[in-house]
């Protein structure tokens, strides 16, 4: 099997198909693009999701905190704690060990996110180090944002810009190699984009102004993201690509490796859809957050229009990443 999250019609046959016990507690269950699930307890809701880092190598304990708290923040709740697990392998020092603790410490602590327990073990079944996080987080009922709310009609709206996660990532683990294709100045930019992945601000915002879904963007990058949120909602949905906000850095990063930003991993950006995604961009500015309007939620048809043409907007496959 290639690289990645596997393909969406595998994850239906061998994932979901298997499972076979649904209590009336669990009101959000695994469904194609659903970041999270949540647990019913009285007015509340008990919000989780869990991830692994494996495409980066430097300042996973950092991504690893933010990848999950970014999920749950895409049910519009404030992320309360996580559980951390670590293995690695013999080769690995106590340092390192050090190291990703002090960077996820670091992380918890920007988002006010407590980090209350876990597991850690060095082990030769791993051939690197893998990082996986549980984040949690409460909300009532009632508020509760799901992939799967798109209506006919929303506007499709994208936080920050394309590819920012796996710009920052081939920026620390492939510096040597950039050298000479981008500056001093825009290779340090790349690198510090790492700072912006955590998207628990703008889901938090959009969770009070009032909308129809969130999705958070990872592996698949702003279209694969696109494409489920459509999948979920059982709609369509029309992507304009010129409307994409990417970074100089991104592109010529991508030109470098060949790689395509709409498809570059991207945690630090969210897929919003709501009716007012004019007010909604104005109301994320307002707090610092570049926003765009880059689509609408449509009857059918998943399509990505670029200089006029209309094409048809293919499922996540492996993301670009995994190509360097």
């Known amino acids: 099997m290639k690289e990645g999250k596997i393909p969406s019609e595998l994850l239906r046959e061998l994932v979901f198909n298997n499972i076979k016990v649904k209590h009336e507690d669990v009101i959000l269950r695994p469904e194609i693009g659903e970041d999270c699930t949540a647990i019913e307890f009285g007015d509340y809701a008990c919000v989780l999701s869990t991830d ?12 690893a905190v933010h990848i999950s708290c970014n999920d749950v923040a895409s049910s519009g709740v404030k992320p309360l704690a996580l559980l951390m697990t670590i293995m690695a392998p013999p080769s690995t020092t106590e340092e390192d060990i050090r190291t990703i603790m002090k960077d996820a410490g670091e992380a918890a602590a920007l988002l006010d996110v407590e980090i209350a327990g876990g597991h850690t073990e ?10 996986s996080t549980t984040a949690i987080g409460k ?9 799967s709310g798109a209506c006919i009609g929303d506007a499709v709206v994208m936080t920050k810009y394309a590819g920012l996660e796996g710009t920052a990532i081939l920026a620390k683990d492939r510096e040597r190699e950039l050298q ?39 592996e698949g990058g702003i279209l694969g993201a696109a494409w489920e949120v459509a999948e979920s909602s059982n709609t369509g949905i029309e992507i304009y690509l010129e409307s994409i906000p990417v970074l100089y850095e991104t592109n010529r990063i991508c030109e470098v490796y060949n790689l395509n930003p709409y498809r570059l991993i991207s945690s630090g950006s969210m897929i919003i859809t709501c009716s007012k995604g004019n007010e909604l961009v104005q109301h994320l ?7 765009a309007v880059i689509g609408k939620i449509v009857e059918e048809d998943k399509t990505v229009i670029e200089n006029g043409i209309r094409k048809e907007l293919d499922p996540p496959g492996p993301d670009e990443l995994f190509k360097v």
């Open 122 to 131: 060095i082990t030769s079944a791993v051939n690197k180090v893998i990082v």
């Open 285 to 291: 500015k307002a707090a610092g957050i570049t926003a």
């Open 180 to 218: 000479g294709k981008l500056t001093d100045e825009q290779l340090e930019r790349a690198k510090n984009l790492s700072s912006q992945i955590s998207v628990v601000k703008e889901g938090v915002l959009a969770g009070e102004f009032g909308v129809n879904s969130m999705h958070d963007v990872t």
């Open 52 to 63: 692994p880092i494996t495409g980066a190598e430097k300042g996973i304990g950092a991504l």
């Open 139 to 147: 909300i009532l009922k009632h508020k509760l944002v799901k992939t």
